[in-house]
């Protein structure tokens, strides 16, 4: 089992930045390739960047893209997702997740086996 939990949300103006964590606890995350999700108010949970297991590849939502960057210390058990020039249109709970299953898309949630339990996000415009 794998216990991830999120954490450095919190309220931003517009053009700001934020960096969030994910600690993971109960096995290593060094075997799973790591993604972050996010969902907003009234919409489904959207893939937001994806981190291979060494960290040599990422891939991110064209909608983020440019703007946010995933990196990973498997040393520390830990995953990253750095936000900059955020817009209102970033606001939602950011979840931090590992696949369970390496042979589905790394773009769908279902892949994913271990959720943490969430970080809000809000930009103010």
């Known amino acids: 089992q794998v216990q991830l939990v999120e954490s450095g949300g919190g309220l931003v103006q517009a053009g700001g930045s934020l960096r969030l964590s994910c600690a993971a606890s109960g096995r290593s995350i060094s075997s799973y390739l790591m993604g972050w999700f996010r969902q907003a108010p009234g919409k489904e949970r959207e893939f937001v960047a994806s981190?291979?297991?060494?960290?040599?590849?990422?891939d991110y939502a064209d909608s983020v893209k440019g703007r946010f960057t995933i990196s990973r210390d498997n040393a520390k058990n830990t995953v990253f997702l750095q936000m900059n020039s955020l817009k209102p249109e970033d606001t939602a709970v950011y979840y931090c997740a590992a696949r369970t299953s390496p042979l589905s898309s790394r773009w769908s949630s279902t892949s994913y086996g271990y959720w943490g339990q969430g970080t809000q996000v809000t930009i103010s415009s």
């Open positions: 981190i291979s297991i060494s960290g040599s590849s990422t």
